[in-house]
C-alpha cells in the first residue's frame, strides 16, 4: 500500500518579488498587502525592503 503523499506543491508556490525565491505561503516568513494582492516572502528582511518600495519590486508589470 503506498503511503507516499505525491502531492504536487508546486502549483501553489509563490514567488518572492524581492529575491525572486518560491515562497510557500503556508509557512512563508511573511506576508504583505500591496494593491489589493497578498505577496509571499522567503524571510522579514525581503518583507521590509518590498515595504519601502514596492513599486521597484513589482513596478514593471502591467496593473
Ligand atoms: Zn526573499
Known sequence: METHDTRDDRATL????????EVDPATAAATSEYQGKTYYFCAVGCKNRF?????????????
Do not use: F
Not at 514567488?15 to 525572486?20: A, F, L, M
Not at 518600495?53 to 496593473?63: F, H, L, N, R, V
Open 14 to 21: 509563490a514567488t518572492d518579488p524581492v529575491c525572486g525565491m
Open 51 to 63: 515595504d519601502k518600495d514596492p513599486q521597484s519590486y513589482i513596478g514593471a508589470q502591467e496593473p
